[in-house]
């Protein structure tokens, strides 16, 4: 079992930067590909960033490209995603997640089994 709790969200003008931390509890953390996703009202839950159990690869949505950085600390269980040059479009509720142990690095939420509650991330204009 993985407990995950998200933080650093908050309200930042268009351009601006916000690093979300997760922290996550569990003796299968150092195992577990980890996930972002984003979910904005009235849209679906969407991938933003992942990465695999050891660090040494991750992906990112188009939307995420050269902007989110997505890293972890296995030591400190921890995964977290800098997010630089924010748009509006990128207002969303911000959910971290863990796979079962060894599974494959994904995209889709499917891919995913244990959910943080979300970080409220609103980007103005």
């Known amino acids: 079992q993985v407990q995950l709790v998200e933080s650093g969200g908050g309200l930042v003008q268009a351009g601006g930067s916000l690093r979300l931390s997760c922290a996550a509890s569990?003796?299968?953390?150092?195992?577990?590909?980890m996930g972002w996703f984003r979910q904005a009202p009235g849209k679906e839950r969407e991938f933003v960033a992942a990465?695999?159990?050891?660090?040494?690869?991750?992906e990112y949505a188009d939307s995420a490209k050269g902007r989110f950085t997505i890293s972890r600390d296995n030591a400190k269980n921890t995964v977290s995603l800098q997010m630089n040059s924010l748009n509006p479009e990128d207002t969303a509720i911000y959910y971290c997640?863990?796979?079962?142990?060894?599974?494959?690095?994904?995209?889709?939420?499917?891919?995913?089994?244990?959910w943080g509650q979300g970080t409220q991330v609103t980007v103005s204009s």
């Open positions: 997640a863990a796979a079962r142990p060894f599974m494959t690095m994904t995209t889709t939420h499917r891919g995913y089994d244990y």
């Open positions: 569990g003796r299968t953390f150092n195992w577990s590909a």
């Open positions: 990465i695999s159990w050891n660090g040494d690869s991750a």
